[in-house]
């Protein structure tokens, strides 16, 4: 398998400060707030905005380990930056613009931003070289002191850098419930690397009508009947056929008490399992996937991953991300965008987990997967990014698809149950 070149632009170790030589009007202004703020944009993707702490003594020093905001950019990023355009700037630049105290409002009225300095770092040729690159670490003066022009203003530290990222990229062919081929994507060339085998025991339940019942004429009026949906299943197979991955209810997805949808109280559960690294023909667990509908302004679907130690009856939570219900989202495992609360869950299948990806590479840092599904109602071929460090075989890959595989799936399993399907929608069995 070959990876597809990523690049990684992390803006970390942010602090503010006021030279002694400066007026004490500004450091007076400055310090009266602990914290400013700041927005980091990058043409092309959304402003991202992050606390910028004062530095109130020469002594004290930014964190040197705190990530402000990661950008991750594609070959095609690079590229777009760096050519010119007729309704754009020459120069692309990252930009990171700081405003006095904090972002939000009081008694309904929104509070002003007061702009304090701007620091850019121009787009050049070693954004696309694929080598590790520091932009910019250290203090640089910003902006300028208003209070007396003859004084120093105020100071930003940074540091910027960039990291190469590569990636494997897979695309689901078809919607997951029709048993489809995955494919690795490089440029232009598809390759198929697994097929997937969506299934349902029928033995689960007589009134969750899946499979091959899909195509009846009958199934929008058995949906209001259906109060459950479990023993789905889901089976990664390579392309000799040796099954390498699997995902199965353990869960069922069933309306909690008093309303029609799948709660938090109540999750339904996925377990990921993957085959006994000794060669028999036996499954071990490596993840649990729990998810629930979250009402409210915008329905959600909440996904939360926990991975499941070898020799470890409590799982360790590595990921949770809510997916719009009607417009689909991304699922992902990444310790620079989040830092799940660690609090171990009980694994109520006993016995040891097994798992490839190690919980001390996880918790090093830094992007693991992720994954794109469409809304409900919608036709969903999930695509799939991995870290290339963490995959070291076709068989490690397999785990990320089963998981991608549960991901898409859960999204139809917490429909609502007194919702019927659009007439015409080939896929209603799912709801």
Request: aromatic share 8%.
């Amino acid at each position: 398998m070959d990876p597809q070149a990523f690049v990684r632009l992390s803006i970390a170790s942010l602090g503010l400060r006021i030279p002694m030589e400066a007026s004490k009007a500004l450091r007076g202004v400055i310090h009266a707030s602990s914290q400013c703020l700041c927005e980091i944009r990058l043409r092309g993707f959304p402003v991202q905005t992050a606390s910028v702490p004062v530095i109130s003594t020469p002594e004290a020093s930014p964190d040197l380990h705190g990530n402000a905001t990661i950008f991750y950019l594609e070959k095609s990023d690079v590229k777009a930056l760096m050519a010119p355009g007729c309704f754009q700037p020459p120069q692309a630049y990252l930009e990171i613009v700081v405003f006095m105290g904090r972002q939000g409002s009081h008694c309904g009225v929104t509070s002003r931003k007061q702009q304090i300095g701007t620091f850019r770092v121009e787009v050049g040729p070693e954004w696309g070289e694929g080598k590790p690159a520091l932009l910019h670490n250290g203090w640089i003066g910003i902006g300028k002191n208003k209070q007396d022009a003859g004084k120093p203003g105020p100071e930003l530290h940074l540091r910027v850098k960039l990291d190469p990222d590569p990636r494997y990229v897979f695309q689901f062919q078809d919607e997951t419930a029709l048993s489809p081929q995955i494919v690795q994507l490089q440029g232009t060339i598809k390759q198929p690397i697994f097929s997937c085998k969506f299934s349902r025991d029928r033995r689960a339940s007589q009134l969750d009508t899946v499979g091959n019942n899909w195509l009846s004429s009958n199934c929008e009026d058995q949906d209001a009947d259906r109060r459950e949906r479990k023993g789905w299943k889901i089976m990664i197979h390579d392309l000799s056929g040796s099954a390498v991955a699997a995902a199965f209810m353990a869960t069922p997805f069933v309306p909690s008490m008093g309303c029609d949808r799948v709660a938090r109280s109540n999750p339904g559960a996925w377990l990921i399992l993957r085959p006994d690294a000794a060669g028999s023909s036996g499954w071990h667990p490596w993840g649990r996937l729990e998810a629930w509908r979250e009402t409210g302004s915008r329905d959600s679907v909440c996904l939360r991953l926990h991975l499941l130690p070898e020799g470890q009856e409590a799982g360790v939570l590595v990921s949770e991300a809510l997916i719009s219900s009607e417009k689909g989202g991304e699922f992902y495992i990444d310790m620079d965008r989040q830092t799940p609360v660690g609090t171990p869950v009980p694994s109520s299948q006993g016995g040891t987990g097994y798992f490839t990806t190690s919980l001390a590479g996880l918790m090093a840092g830094g992007f693991v997967m992720n994954c794109r599904v469409q809304g409900e109602g919608k036709i969903s071929k999930p695509s799939v990014q991995l870290a290339m460090r963490h995959v070291t075989c076709v068989e490690d890959a397999a785990i990320f698809m089963a998981l991608a595989a549960a991901v898409d799936l859960s999204i139809k399993a917490c429909r609502p149950f007194r919702r019927n399907a659009r007439k015409g929608f080939r896929h209603s069995f799912l709801t």
